[in-house]
């Protein structure tokens, strides 16, 4: 199993840019797909992004594409989440997940390594 920290969440003004990061420990980062998720208030747990283990192809939900990009660094167990142009409804609490590489790359399929989360609220 993998584990899990996130960071870099805050408040933001709209408009505005923050990098989330993912540190992985405890398995082979570079076998592992890895993916954001985030939730909002009230609202469920949903895709942002994800990225497969050698660091292409990605993949985003269409209300982040142009603004977020999602990479990895193997070398550093890392994976990020730039976040440019952020909107209100950006506002969220932020998940790192990730799970083992099959041999296909199925980017919504489920995850089974969960970070604790990182908050982002995004103010006007």
């Known amino acids: 199993q993998v584990q899990l920290v996130e960071s870099g969440g805050g408040l933001v003004q709209a408009g505005g840019s923050l990098r989330l990061s993912c540190a992985a420990s405890?398995?082979?980062?570079?076998?592992?797909?890895m993916a954001w998720f985030r939730q909002a208030p009230g609202k469920e747990r949903e895709f942002v992004a994800a990225?497969?283990?050698?660091?292409?192809?990605?993949y985003y939900v269409d209300s982040v594409k142009g603004r977020f990009s999602i990479s990895r660094d193997n070398a550093k167990n890392t994976v990020y989440l730039q976040m440019n142009s952020i909107q209100r409804e950006d506002t969220a609490v932020y998940y790192c997940?990730?799970?083992?590489?099959?041999?296909?790359?199925?980017?919504?399929?489920?995850?089974?390594?969960w970070g604790q989360g990182t908050q982002v609220t995004v103010s006007s």
């Open positions: 990225i497969s283990w050698s660091g292409r192809p990605t």
């Open positions: 997940a990730a799970k083992a590489y099959s041999g296909a790359w199925f980017p919504t399929s489920p995850y089974n390594n």
């Open positions: 405890g398995g082979t980062f570079s076998s592992y797909d």
